[in-house]
């Protein structure tokens, strides 16, 4: 057989979804509310701390564990909003990323055979990363229309081989934020058999109507077996920086910057430098930023409801989950061709959230991180939608 072939680990997964849906988009001119990336401007004071930073030539490898001024900015964060004590020095490691971050913590604690308990719907990249670090996942399903998990079919899928659990809240595809009751449950179960909470918490400050982003990292005995990771990129509508860190127990940092270090040596210096300012922005900023995205979501759910989706309202992050079956089709991937090709909008299918594809395929999900106008060229757009499909 000839070896000119990808890895049998490479021939696990597809590629991107999402980031497909992005590439049909252009190619059909469509309105892009499929990946999660704003069109509008990134704050002017962190784009200038990044043309400083490079003007004053910090060009160079930063520590391969990132900057000090950024890990410090972390650590101090970390411990005023949420009051618990981080070690920049022994906790905290800067990646090209939270997708690195996560990448690095997976390569870095899992070993073949390791099971790893998923909530599904689940962000696209957990799957990869599973079967790239070699570990087995066991997928709880989280059950709309708020998403909740059955505690009982969660405690069947630990077991003396589960190693982590990957939790996501402000949630990305659904938009759930866990409750504290939820994320004791979870806990329970961690110190029970353990395991290590592996919490991705990316859209910590993008959460509507008073609901509260509690760190699982604080719940009682779990400081020492969670690690926590998030990144500029969200809060800070930068995604094109490729800058996000772990926050780590001591005891688990050293195997994440080892792999971390091998695969990325480290993250953009400059832009580093920028993150670590971007982190002192005043409590204003991000409470503006919930509101403008509060704003943003009401928007799309009102256009969403009046074509005739139905629509799970999402309380964190900055998607909305809907159900297709009112338009007819076979399945959420022929809608979602249907809906880039002909309609001009793009979203992505429900399937790509799921292990099991048929359970998504009555699915689709928007992005509202947008600028209105191109929210209301979606909406001008799905006028021919509803007019050609819905009966
Ligand atoms: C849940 C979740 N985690 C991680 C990421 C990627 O973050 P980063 O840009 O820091 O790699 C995303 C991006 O969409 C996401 O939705």
Redesign the pocket.
């Given at each position: 057989m000839s070896k000119l072939t990808g890895s049998k680990k490479a021939t696990q997964f597809t590629e991107s979804v999402i980031r497909e849906m992005t590439r049909l988009n252009h190619l059909y001119g469509g309105v892009n509310l499929s990946q999660?990336f704003p069109d509008f401007a990134a704050p002017a004071a962190i784009k200038e701390a990044a043309c400083t930073a490079i003007n004053e030539d910090v060009n160079q490898y930063a520590v391969t564990w990132g900057a000090r001024p950024l890990r410090e900015a972390v650590a101090r964060e970390f411990t005023r909003r949420y009051g618990l004590p981080v070690a920049a020095d022994e906790q905290v490691t800067v990646c090209c990323?939270?997708?690195e971050a996560m990448m690095a913590t997976m390569m870095g604690i899992i070993d073949p055979g390791d099971e790893v308990v998923i909530f599904e719907p689940f962000?696209e990249?957990y799957g990869p990363d599973a079967i790239l670090s070699g570990a087995t996942p066991r997928y709880v399903t989280l059950h709309e229309p708020d998403w909740t998990f059955d505690p009982d079919e969660l405690a069947a899928a630990f077991n003396d081989r589960t190693k982590a659990i990957i939790i996501?809240t402000p949630n990305?595809p659904t938009g759930k934020v866990f409750t504290r009751e939820e994320l004791e449950t979870i806990a329970a179960l961690c110190r029970k058999w353990d395991a290590i909470a592996i919490s991705?918490e990316?859209y910590e400050h993008i959460i509507y109507d008073g609901r509260q982003h509690i760190p699982i990292a604080t719940i009682d005995g779990m400081a020492d077996r969670t690690i926590t990771m998030n990144?500029l990129?969200k809060t800070y509508s930068v995604?094109g920086w490729?800058v996000?860190w772990t926050i780590s127990p001591p005891s688990l940092t050293g195997a994440i910057r080892k792999v971390h270090d091998f695969l990325t040596v480290g993250a953009a210096a400059p832009l580093q430098e920028a993150g670590a300012i971007a982190l002192g922005l005043p409590d204003t900023y991000y409470t503006d930023l919930a509101e403008a995205y509060r704003r943003r979501r009401d928007t799309l759910l009102e256009i969403l409801e009046r074509h005739h989706f139905t629509c799970y309202k999402p309380y964190g992050a900055y998607y909305i989950m809907t159900d297709i079956s009112a338009f007819g089709f076979p399945n959420d991937i022929e809608f979602a061709r249907y809906l880039v090709k002909d309609v001009g909008v793009a979203a992505v299918p429900g399937s790509s959230f799921y292990k099991n594809a048929a359970t998504g395929a009555t699915k689709l999900r928007f992005c509202f991180c947008k600028r209105d106008e191109t929210l209301r060229e979606a909406d001008r757009r799905m006028a021919k939608l509803v007019a050609a499909t819905v009966h």
């Open positions: 999660g990323g939270s997708t962000y990249n996501n990305n991705d990316i990144g990129s995604t490729r996000g």
